[in-house]
């Protein structure tokens, strides 16, 4: 399983950005998909999950109305949309899918005037 995360980038506050997550080693369209993050210092926490088909999504509070979540199953990728960035959203993001324990090596989001 290999995750690939790009598209972070240095951002003024109130920009936006899109993450991109191209995944291998398993069968992607059977599968929901997350966006995780982790600030210096912090846990990392979950941001955004898409079910398998994209008919579902759930987002945490914190960026809920701001972010958007989706996927493309014939490209094996799921994104992140950002939009509204505040500092507080600076952090490596991550994807993943449930059940597997290795990482990508993310990408970098620095919000910041």
């Known amino acids: 399983v290999q995750f690939v995360e790009s598209g972070g980038g240095l951002v003024q506050p109130g920009g936006s950005l899109r993450l991109s997550c191209a995944a291998s080693?398993?069968?992607?369209?059977?599968?929901?998909m997350l966006w995780y993050r982790q600030a210096p210092g912090k846990e990392r926490e979950l941001v955004a999950r898409i079910s398998s088909v994209g008919g579902f999504t759930n987002y945490a509070d914190s960026v809920k109305g701001r972010f958007t979540i989706s996927r493309d199953n014939a490209k094996n990728t799921v994104y992140l949309q950002m939009n509204s960035l505040k500092p507080e959203d600076t952090a490596v993001y991550y994807c993943?899918?449930?059940?597997?324990?290795?990482w990508g090596q993310g990408t970098q989001v620095t919000v910041s005037s």
């Open positions: 993943n899918t449930p059940g597997v324990t290795s």
């Open positions: 080693g398993f069968t992607f369209s059977s599968y929901s």
